[in-house]
């Protein structure tokens, strides 16, 4: 009887002390950072979590814009599986062309929420909801010089065939 109940008290303790150990072999969050949280419509980031213990993957998942995968195989949307590698895992989110405010959550393959980071989408600059101004001003002076020489070069050109022409027909 005394085997009975010892053998019986030993496998209690070792499904209490053995599942406690299981459960701190996995960070309870892990820290979430992005390269800029700070955005305009269409600029990328590279979100990466660490302290991931042993887990093989983890998901990305994200309330609005698309997450990438290094690994094309993988694809894009809302949430991408990436595999942790020394005890990380990268994913890049491209913001969406609405402003607002998203959230980036990274999840254990069982659900568990490991953490988060938030990024904020503001608008595009100009507001008039035009095309971007894309580059400097070249001064008048400088265009005409150009169509000048460009001219004069169609001018030469024109002159050497008419002499080669002229040439060949005596």
């Not at 701190?24 to 269409?42: E, K, N, Q």
């Not at 020394?86 to 959230?103: D, H, I, K, L």
């Not at 100009?126 to 169609?154: D, E, K, N, R, Y």
């Amino acid at each position: 009887m005394f085997k009975k109940v010892l053998s019986v008290v030993g496998i209690t303790a070792a499904l209490v002390f053995g599942s406690a150990a299981a459960a701190t072999a996995y960070p309870a969050d892990a820290p979430v950072t992005a390269s800029d949280t700070t955005l305009t419509p269409g600029q990328s980031v590279t979100i990466t979590a660490t302290e991931l213990g042993d887990y093989a993957t983890v998901t990305f998942s994200a309330n609005g814009g698309t997450l990438a995968s290094i690994v094309a195989a993988a694809g894009t949307g809302t949430s991408v599986e990436k595999p942790v590698v020394n005890g990380s895992a990268s994913a890049t989110f491209t913001a969406p062309s609405t402003p607002g405010t998203f959230v980036v959550t990274v999840t254990a393959p069982g659900g568990e929420v490991l953490g988060s980071v938030t990024l904020t989408v503001a608008a595009a600059a100009g507001g008039g909801g035009g095309l971007p101004a894309t580059g400097g001003s070249v001064p008048a002076a400088m265009i005409w010089a150009g169509v000048g020489a460009l001219g004069l070069g169609g001018i030469a050109v024109a002159a050497v065939a008419a002499r080669r022409r002229a040439a060949a027909g005596n």
